[in-house]
T-cell receptor, first 114, second 112 residues
Framework: QKEVEQNSGPLSVPEGAIASLNCTYS??????FFWYRQYSGKSPELIMF????GDKEDGRFTAQLNKASQYVSLLIRDSQPSDSATYLC??????????????FGRGTQLTVWP | KAGVTQTPRYLIKTRGQQVTLSCSPI?????VSWYQQTPGQGLQFLFE???????NKGNFPGRFSGRQFSNSRSEMNVSTLELGDSALYLC???????????FGSGTRLTVV
């Protein structure tokens, strides 16, 4: 069983729509959850992190965490063509100075068409 | 504030050679991790260092090694290069404040 799994996509949404990206993880003891965005030919860029159950909003982005279901999601509201990228879900067993290694999903490719 | 700096950006090596990649973390960051990214395998964890100590190691052969210096700069070395080592090697650093890792631009290694 893979540590972190994401819906494989690709996901295609029209401009202005909500894009929903999903991720499940296998280690129930995981404490830190991250969403990275990676444009083609570039390195991953951190866009959101969440540690507690519930929702965390930052601008057009909302991360949702449900530890009981071992599920984390990312919603992108009012999607823009500039949001077209691969989104990587990453999970850590530690937190803060003990974060340690991250386990990455394979990523979901999102395309936002005008 | 300077980001994570990786050198060189691009590298072409021949099978059997060895290579050393360098990473300078963001000032003040003591945790450094290395990942290998390929289209087929995605992001694969190599090592994680904190204050010059290797805390975690991924499932890579012994040809892959690394170290961290007292100024938090890190290097990774791959000996006896194989064609399958061609990949983007990413270094990431963390302050340890819970805000995750920041990645460098990576080193694109091509083994011919």
């Amino acid at each position: 069983q893979k540590e972190v799994e994401q819906n494989s996509g690709p996901l295609s949404v029209p401009e202005g729509a909500i894009a929903s990206l999903n991720c499940t993880y296998s280690d129930r003891g995981s404490q830190s959850f991250f969403w990275y965005r990676q444009y083609s030919g570039k390195s991953p860029e951190l866009i959101m992190f969440i540690y507690s159950n519930g929702d965390k909003e930052d601008g057009r982005f909302t991360a949702q965490l449900n530890k009981a279901s071992q599920y984390v999601s990312l919603l992108i509201r009012d999607s823009q063509p500039s949001d077209s990228a691969t989104y990587l879900c990453a999970v850590g067993r530690g937190r803060g100075s003990t974060l340690g290694r991250l386990y990455f999903g394979r990523g979901t490719q999102l395309t936002v068409w005008p | 504030k300077a980001g994570v700096t990786q050198t060189p950006r691009y590298l072409i090596k021949t099978r059997g050679q060895q290579v050393t990649l360098s990473c300078s973390p963001i000032s003040g960051h003591r945790s450094v991790s290395w990942y290998q990214q390929t289209p087929g395998q995605g992001l694969q964890f190599l090592f994680e260092y904190f204050s010059e100590t290797q805390r975690n190691k991924g499932n890579f052969p012994g040809r892959f090694s690394g170290r961290q210096f007292s100024n938090s700069r890190s290097e990774m070395n791959v000996s006896t290069l194989e064609l399958g080592d061609s990949a983007l090697y990413l270094c990431a650093s963390s302050l340890g404040d819970g805000n995750g890792y920041t990645f460098g631009s990576g080193t694109r290694l091509t083994v011919v």
